[in-house]
């Protein structure tokens, strides 16, 4: 959706124990929470979680290209803000979470151009990328968007609103702003780079590499019972979603898989298809949300970024995470 992540048709790293996927009631997709993930040191090539990027830019001080831009990094672009009412919530405990989108006169925005079934989607992820959640609030007459949320672990979150405004030529925005879970905090470390992940009984493989200033395709395969799932069904207008979150800073690309149901070439599974340029080098998590049989499931991977002019990266080591869903 964001257009710093270009994709052709329609939406960051890999050996760990993956924690618990659930949701969390009605309006709420999937969430990643993770439980004692394996460590993993790339050797001083990210920030430590929970601290920002040094580079405003985005780049990683290793050589990145950047080129596509990233969002998620401003409270307020383009005349725009993200006016979050509920900065603070209690970790473990159900919440309300409020915001409100202002123009530039301080004004509440109540006009949106509607994507991929929704006006506004609203992504939540954790400062060390292990807890994620894809959730789509309501809005109220006053412009006011709320929420239930209830995250599972005390630190530093994000929230990531992804709209476009409904007037004629606006552009798609995302802007974040920092949200705080109180109680006792032990920051995770961020899960080995993978190329495999289960989740709900479900196994999704992963093929392709993530370049940094240059586009390419990144291909993942849905199984199960180790047998493809070739009945896919359409979330939100597609057969897959994709958020990719950069390590350190938690720099946003939505990107969306290439076809959609009906077009007439694009089969409902088990391979879904995406194509993405990395703002920079770097790690980055990635989120996949698929439905099927009426559930929505989250498979997440953490891959390396590297320079469209360097060396290709080596083929990660594959290893499983796992998840488990529940509500949807």
Known sequence: MHTGLRITAFAAALAATFGTAYGVGSGVDPIVAGSEPAPYDDHGEHDEPGEPSARPDGGDGHGGHGSAPAGGL????????????TPRVTAGQRSELRFTVRDASGGAVTAYQREHDKELHLIVASRDLVTFRHLHPVRAADGTWSTPVDLPEAGGYRVFADFTPAHKGAENLTLGADLAASGHYEPARLPAPND?????????????????????????????????????????????????????????????????????????????????TAPSDGTYRLFLDFRHQGEVHTAAFTVRAGSASGPQEPDPTTTTEHTAGHGH
């Open 74 to 85: 401003r409270i307020s672009e383009s005349g725009y803000t993200l006016d979050l009412a």
């Open 196 to 276: 495999t992940a289960r989740t709900d009984g479900y196994q999704v493989e992963l093929a392709g590499s993530l370049r940094a200033g240059k586009a390419s395709e990144l291909k993942l395969k849905v199984f199960r019972d180790g047998e493809p799932v070739n009945d896919l069904q359409p979330y939100l207008g597609a057969y897959g979603h994709l958020v990719a979150l950069r390590a350190g800073d938690l720099a946003y690309l939505h990107v969306h898989p290439n076809g959609e149901p009906g077009d007439g070439t694009t089969k409902p599974g088990p391979g879904i298809s995406f194509t993405a």
